[in-house]
């Protein structure tokens, strides 16, 4: 059995919708809709269709504030010229808030879990670390009591989502970017964005013990080491305490995205109809 990422970071896998404006590796400006891959408290990975070099600064527009930010380049894995690049960057302005998330929760060691929680009485956004038994209560009252730095009280906690941006077409020096998702679906189920400790058994019968980055009604995604093929079948038991045996689920890999610089990837599951 192997351990994969068992430390907890502020990094979160979630794919965001933004804007982005600027130059090209050849000069030429640019205004396109991309994705971030990757959000942390300082910047992330996101996903473009444009060549970027290192040190290149960029306009982004985030999920919450219209207002566009100064980004730097500072990775590149450019990929074949018919798929878009991913890019490392750092906001150059104050970004505790550009991704809409006001508290990254640190503790000195591990938590059991994480999740992206909004606070029911200020509506401040967090990534806050969890216990188990936090975590049981947010799956059986939808919340949980934690200190808010805001009201500098106990309150009442629940699952945050990550709101589309509003469209706008507003083209002023303050306003540069501007959205254009026209093919943007929103998803069938809600998904959580919560790290949770998981046991995944793969058909080979090795087994490891990860991470989810997401989970919904249907399925949920982790972080893994190993490899694993579309349409494969593994048994999830989530989330995954040594200490209390708790049934397996069947589920079915339905896709799998490398994560840089890692060599791991991030797997989506789906849930298999009981037998």
């Known amino acids: 059995m192997t351990t994969t990422h068992k430390r907890r970071s502020d990094r979160m896998n979630i794919t965001v919708p933004i804007a982005v404006e600027g130059m090209d590796a ?23 269709g444009r060549r970027l070099d290192r040190g290149q600064k960029l306009l982004v527009v985030g999920p919450r504030d219209p207002s566009p930010k100064i980004f730097e380049v500072v990775e590149t894995v450019v990929r074949p010229f018919d798929e878009p690049s991913e890019y490392g960057v750092v906001c150059r302005d104050r970004a505790e808030e550009f991704w809409g998330i006001r508290v990254w929760g640190e503790t000195e060691t591990p938590a059991d879990a994480k999740g992206l929680l909004e606070c029911q009485m200020c509506r401040i956004v967090g990534f806050v670390p969890l216990s188990l038994s936090q975590v049981d209560t947010l799956r059986t009252l939808g919340l949980v009591g934690l200190p808010c730095l805001e009201c500098q009280v106990t309150t009442p906690w629940a699952y945050a989502e990550m709101k589309m941006p509003v469209k706008s077409e507003e083209a002023t020096a303050q306003r540069a970017v501007g959205f254009h998702i026209e093919n943007y679906k929103p ?52 989330p995954y305490d040594p200490s209390e045996e708790i049934p397996a689920i069947r589920t079915r890999i339905i896709y799998r995205r490398p994560v840089e610089g890692s060599g791991g990837a991030i797997y989506g599951v789906r849930f298999e109809p009981r037998r």
């Open 26 to 48: 050849q000069g030429r400006p640019f205004k396109d809709d991309a994705q971030a891959l990757v959000i942390n408290r300082f910047g992330g990975r996101i996903r473009l």
């Open 187 to 238: 998803r069938d189920h809600r998904r959580i964005y919560i790290q949770l400790p998981v046991q995944v058994s793969s058909q080979a019968a090795e087994e490891e013990i990860t991470r989810t980055e997401n989970v919904s009604q249907t399925g949920l995604s982790f972080l893994s080491s190993r490899h694993h093929e579309p349409n494969e079948l593994a048994s999830i038991r989530c």
